[in-house]
């Protein structure tokens, strides 16, 4: 079988990569040169990136102003039209990537197919709160997905748990490329999926699998 392997950058924004974002994972701007280094990579190997991102209004049940809980909700971030809703420029999408609302709606399957990148946008922290996720997946057929970004406990371990109910290809988690909130549940998490299965590698090893050159 010929391996299809599909970069899945979680959430990499403003609000949560930078001390200045509105709700910072700690050590995330550390990650910023290994970030820097699987997009490049990916591009210069054609394969495609899928780019997650909150896309949030004042009005989500994920967004309280006081009180949040740090579980179901979390102050206002990644505000729709704000800077801490864009992208760091490591990872900042390509002209001409394909947007997916998130609802879903007017999804285009034959645009995602010949996409080079995809941006999935999403009101919860679990991506697959998006109807389209699955059909993206469907549609991109990987039989390897890395993944990527911020933060370990929350978004990313949706995307993961996600991937894993799928049951349907590779899972690999770029430990030098991933920042948690808490980072002893993000070392759990680790554990427990290398437990079921998903493989960690650091950066460089996940570039060495794929072929590209050292940088």
Same mark, same amino acid.
């Given at each position: ?32 040169? @290994? ?6 990579? +990916? ?24 009180? *949040? ?22 990872? +900042? ?19 995602? !197919? ?15 709160? @998006?109807? +389209?996720? #699955? ?20 978004? @990313? ?7 894993? !109910? ?10 030098? *490329? ?12 680790? !554990? ?20 590209? #050159? *050292? #940088?």
């Amino acid at each position: 079988m010929t391996t299809r392997t599909l970069f899945w950058d979680v959430d990499t924004q403003v609000d949560f990569m930078l001390p200045s974002g509105l709700l910072h994972v700690p050590g995330a701007e550390l990650l910023l040169p @290994n970030l820097g280094q699987l997009t490049a990579a +990916a591009r210069g190997l054609g394969l495609t990136i899928v780019h997650t991102a909150d896309d949030h209004e004042l009005s989500d049940a994920e967004i309280s102003s006081d009180g *949040a809980d740090f579980v179901e909700t979390f102050p206002p971030h990644c505000l729709r039209g704000t800077a801490g809703a864009e992208r760091v420029a490591e990872t +900042a999408p390509r002209r001409g990537a394909v947007e997916i609302p998130w609802d879903g709606s007017g999804l285009d399957l034959d645009a995602v !197919r010949s996409a080079r990148e995809v941006v999935i946008l999403k009101k919860r922290f679990d991506v697959f709160s @998006n109807p +389209a996720t #699955p059909e993206v997946l469907d549609a991109l057929g990987p039989t390897r997905v890395v993944v990527y970004g911020v933060a370990l406990d929350v978004c @990313n371990r949706y995307a993961v748990e996600g991937m894993l !109910r799928r049951g349907e290809f590779e899972i690999t988690v770029v430990e030098d *490329a991933v920042a948690a909130i808490d980072k002893e549940r993000g070392e759990e998490l680790l !554990r427990a999926w290398r437990f079921r299965g998903v493989v960690t590698l650091s950066t460089a090893a996940v570039l060495a699998t794929c072929g590209a #050159p *050292a #940088p």
